[in-house]
């Protein structure tokens, strides 16, 4: 038997997409300092760098 293969293509959205919605409403200041302008973004790859941008070490 041969095995199919499917993908499913994430959404993804903008800097200013993501900074208006209400997922990310508390944090709209951290999207807009973390991801650059006319670069599309999936949830998971956000979530990914807030987390990383949290757990980072304080100078």
Known sequence: MAKTETTAA???????QLAASKRYANRRD?????????????????DGMIEKFRKGKVR
Request: charged share 25%; proline share 4%; glycine share 4%.
């Open 10 to 16: 994430a959404a993804t959205f903008t800097r200013e």
């Open 30 to 46: 951290l999207i807009r300092a973390l991801l650059e302008p006319g670069k599309a973004y999936t949830l998971a790859e956000v």
